[in-house]
C-alpha cells in the first residue's frame, strides 16, 4: 500500500506577510526615460492609476516610469494611543 506524501505548510517566519511595490506621492522623484522628474499628483481613473508629473500636462502610466519599491506588511501593528477621549 503507498500512502502519498503531504507537503507540510510553510513556516510562519518564511510567510512573513511582506511584499514590495512602488509609492507614488507627490514630491517623489522618478526616473522617465533616463530623466530625473517629479511627481505632481497622482489619480485613479477608470480603476487605472494614472501619474501627473511637474511640467507636464499629460498623464503618466506608472509602469513607465522608474521608481524603488517601498516595502509593506499585511499583519497588523497595533499604534499607539496619540488622542484622548
Do not use: C
Not at 511584499?19 to 481613473?45: A, C, D, W, Y
Not at 498623464?59 to 517601498?70: I, T
Amino acid at each position: 500500500m503507498l500512502v502519498a506524501s503531504q507537503e507540510a505548510p510553510m513556516p510562519a517566519a518564511a510567510r512573513s506577510g511582506l511584499f514590495q511595490m512602488p509609492l507614488f506621492h507627490p514630491g517623489t522623484e522618478v526616473t522617465q526615460n533616463g530623466r530625473r522628474e517629479k511627481v505632481s499628483h497622482v489619480i485613479l481613473r477608470r480603476r487605472e492609476i494614472m501619474v501627473y508629473l511637474e511640467g507636464q500636462e499629460e498623464p503618466v502610466k506608472p509602469e513607465r516610469l522608474g521608481l524603488a519599491p517601498a516595502t509593506f506588511t499585511t499583519e497588523r501593528r497595533p499604534e499607539a494611543l496619540t488622542w484622548y477621549l
